[in-house]
């Protein structure tokens, strides 16, 4: 049974949980960037008022996992606010991730994302971040199995066409990326390779979010983003090869560290002069 099918037949033995208003395929295998090593990933949507019965979805899981373990489905919220639970299991030998994902608020995200508002909040698993238009991408992206009422269906049309505004504050987020290796370079200067490495990583991501949205892309996490920035139509020649050799090697000394950051800052320079359009 392929990865597409099997993600089928579960959505319709997670759909029977009450309380479960909409199932989707996301990740890898909705993009279409998925591999042999990739998981399966269902969305859980649900409505705030109406949670879905863990009982029931524990029942169901103990059915489906391959060792049968009820206890793999947390509580809601349970690993924090933004990724706010679910449960990793086993199917014929497959990994698949359950996600639940609360629908009020995955609406005000992408209205958010209409108006040009972002925020970024702490979340474990987002090293970069959970940035709030990640609920948006996860819709747009996403393949619909199961909607009861068509919620689900009627979120991802309005992620079309991509946002303007959302596009204009993403590229304005670049002052981050310029600000961060400012700042560190006094840590460069004393040989502090943890400060030095982490704003380095943090003024990537900002980089990066910046180029999809130039591109007018949705950016779901920072898994593969660096590569798949090669794929965009604009973007600084060789990005990904680039940052592979700065991050690969940030260096443990002054000079190397400075280097390092000087080679970060032409690339947010060569960010800010591709064409932006209208």
Request: charged residues 25%; glycine residues 10%.
């Amino acid at each position: 049974m392929d990865d597409e099918t099997l993600a089928l037949r579960l959505s319709e033995r997670l759909f029977v949980c009450p309380g479960i208003e909409s199932v989707a395929l996301g990740g890898s295998h909705a993009s279409g960037t998925a591999d042999a090593r990739s998981d399966i990933d269902l969305g859980l949507y649900y409505r705030p008022g109406n949670p879905p019965d863990l009982q029931s979805l524990r029942g169901i899981v103990a059915e489906i996992d391959d060792h049968g373990r009820r206890e793999a489905v947390t509580d809601l919220d349970e690993w924090g606010p933004w990724v706010n639970g679910g449960a990793w299991i086993e199917v014929d030998g497959r990994r698949i991730d359950l996600l639940f994902r609360d629908l009020e608020r995955v609406a005000e995200a992408i209205d958010d994302c209409r108006a040009g508002r972002i925020a970024t909040h702490f979340q474990v698993g987002h090293p970069a971040g959970f940035s709030t238009q990640i609920y948006a991408a996860e819709v747009h992206l996403c393949r619909v199995l199961q909607d009861r009422r068509g919620a689900l269906a009627g979120l991802k049309a309005r992620t079309y066409p991509y946002p303007r505004a959302l596009r204009s504050a993403l590229v304005a987020g670049l002052w981050e990326s310029r600000s961060l290796l400012d700042a560190a370079s006094k840590s460069a200067a004393r040989g502090d390779v943890h400060h030095v490495a982490g704003s380095a990583f943090r003024a990537v991501a900002c980089m990066v979010q910046a180029l999809f949205g130039l591109n007018e892309r949705y950016w779901t996490n920072e898994k593969a983003s660096v590569s798949l920035v090669d794929s965009l139509p604009l973007r600084p020649e060789g990005f990904g090869r680039r940052i592979a050799m700065i991050l690969g090697r940030v260096g443990t000394g002054p000079d190397e560290l400075q280097a390092s950051l000087h080679s970060l800052e032409e690339l947010v320079n060569e960010c800010t002069a591709l064409p932006s359009g209208p």
